[in-house]
Nanobody, 126 residues
Framework: QVQLVESGGGLVQAGGSLRLSCAASGRTFNSYAMGWFRQAPGKEREFVAHISGSGYITYYGDSVKGRFSISRDNARTTVYLQMNSLKPEDTALYYC???????????????????WGQGTQVTVSS
């Protein structure tokens, strides 16, 4: 069982930056691949980024490539999402998720992930 707690969301102007954190419980954090998803009101939950348990493999959604960066610190059992050049369309509730596999078969698919946090709100003003 893994418990995930996101933090770091807030209100930022367009063009600004935020760094989200997701703290995970458990002693086998490096055996979980991790992902970030987001959901805006009235829209489907959207894949944002993924990182393998080792941290060597990453994937990004097309809408955030080149602007967002995912990383992890296995010693601190924390995964991060650095978000730069934020746009109003990035406004959403951001969720952290964990997959019980070091390497995910379908890293961009929400059903791949067994554990989810409660989310942290990111609002980007124009």
């Amino acid at each position: 069982q893994v418990q995930l707690v996101e933090s770091g969301g807030g209100l930022v102007q367009a063009g600004g930056s935020l760094r989200l954190s997701c703290a995970a419980s458990g002693r086998t954090f490096n055996s979980y691949a991790m992902g970030w998803f987001r959901q805006a009101p009235g829209k489907e939950r959207e894949f944002v980024a993924h990182i393998s348990g080792s941290g060597y493999i990453t994937y990004y959604g097309d809408s955030v490539k080149g602007r967002f960066s995912i990383s992890r610190d296995n010693a601190r059992t924390t995964v991060y999402l650095q978000m730069n050049s934020l746009k109003p369309e990035d406004t959403a509730l951001y969720y952290c998720a964990a997959d019980r596999a070091i390497y995910s078969a379908y890293p961009m698919v929400r059903e791949e992930y067994e554990y989810w946090g409660q989310g942290t709100q990111v609002t980007v003003s124009s």
